[in-house]
């Protein structure tokens, strides 16, 4: 069993190894978290100021579908998910039967209720059966819901069928790494960052694919190359951070657990990987730093000081009954 296996039972600070299905590079944009039930009332007292405010400016023009999605897209963008929600609606309004507008809804849906989303895509898969990003708002859905196998026949079709969506490719890619199948997580990946250089979710995920199988090199680079383009994530740098770390590179491994969070949880992180390395001693160094400095880790960090000595115990158990 490998020793990343073997420490699953530890607890890291912040969220190493985390696979990120990217639908934030849904065409519709925006990865922020959607609260359905805080933003509804919103959503309704908006609803009437904006209507009024599109009546009182009388646009020499009609206001297009189109120009519906683009406002809806511009405010989901800022963060403005009511006002993004009330121009979706509207454009469904003037175009029932265009999925986008639906779609657009769904993937707002898709960030708070999962299961929401997965019936109206379904819904969008059954009425639209040629759309691409309809199939791969269903398999966001279903990863969401670790439906891996549903997901990856959803998404190998939406691929068939949006050949140039960077976001079906990753998402697929996420399937495939959940499967073990690696190779072919990989190979989506790099068709993700063909397709969109800057997508750094996909560079993080072939990263994750590299740590699962311990090929540290190759996870360090694409790591980096995703820090290079999000330097704003901390799960990319604490990635960085332990592919480095299992390089023997603590240095920069401490460099990059601190860009992803505060002192306490990159110290907790390097005794992390010094434990992942055999380094107990070592490992029990940094928590007890860790202790030393403030922060609100100090149980995830204690629970982690016991598990190293613990190994240290058994280690020299093992090691005195060999040589007995």
């Not at 929401?116 to 691409?132: C, D, I, T, W, Y």
Request: hydrophobic share 40%; net charge neutral; with cysteine.
């Amino acid at each position: 069993m490998s020793r990343l296996n073997r420490a699953s039972g530890l607890t890291l600070a912040l969220g190493l190894l985390l696979l990120q299905t990217g639908c934030a590079s849904l065409p519709f944009g925006g990865s922020e978290k959607f609260d359905a039930a805080s933003q509804a009332k919103r959503i309704r007292q908006q609803q009437d100021m904006r209507a009024a405010a599109d009546a009182n400016t009388a646009p020499l023009e009609p206001i297009t579908l189109e120009d519906r999605l683009h406002r809806g897209d511009l405010l989901r963008s800022s963060g403005d998910y009511a006002g993004a929600m009330w121009h979706y609606l509207q454009a469904h309004e003037q175009g029932p039967q265009d999925s986008a507008p639906i779609t657009r809804m769904a993937s707002l849906h898709l960030l708070s209720d999962p299961r929401q989303a997965e019936s109206m895509f379904r819904k969008l898969v059954g009425e639209h059966p040629e759309n691409g990003a309809a199939h791969t708002g269903l398999g966001l859905a279903l990863i969401e819901r670790q439906d891996w196998t549903a997901a990856r026949e959803t998404l190998t079709h939406a691929v068939a069928l949006s050949s140039q969506s960077a976001a079906a490719h990753s998402a697929l890619g996420v399937c495939l790494d959940q499967l073990g199948e690696h190779g072919g997580a990989r190979a989506a990946y790099l068709n993700a960052t063909t397709l969109h250089p800057h997508y750094y979710e996909a560079l993080n995920n072939l990263g994750v694919s590299y740590l699962t199988t311990e090929e540290f090199d190759a996870a360090a680079e694409a790591l980096r190359r995703a820090s290079q383009q999000q330097e704003r994530d901390p799960a990319v740098f604490n990635n960085l951070g332990l592919a480095l770390g299992r390089l023997g590179r603590y240095d920069e491994a401490l460099a990059a657990f601190r860009k992803g969070g505060a002192e306490q949880a990159a110290r907790n992180n390097l005794g992390f990987v010094h434990y992942l390395n055999g380094s107990y001693d070592r490992a029990i160094e940094e928590y007890e730093r860790a202790l030393l400095v403030d922060g609100d880790q100090r149980l995830l960090v204690l629970r982690n000081l016991r598990a190293a000595k613990r190994a240290k115990q058994e280690s020299h158990a093992s090691a005195k009954a060999g040589r007995s």
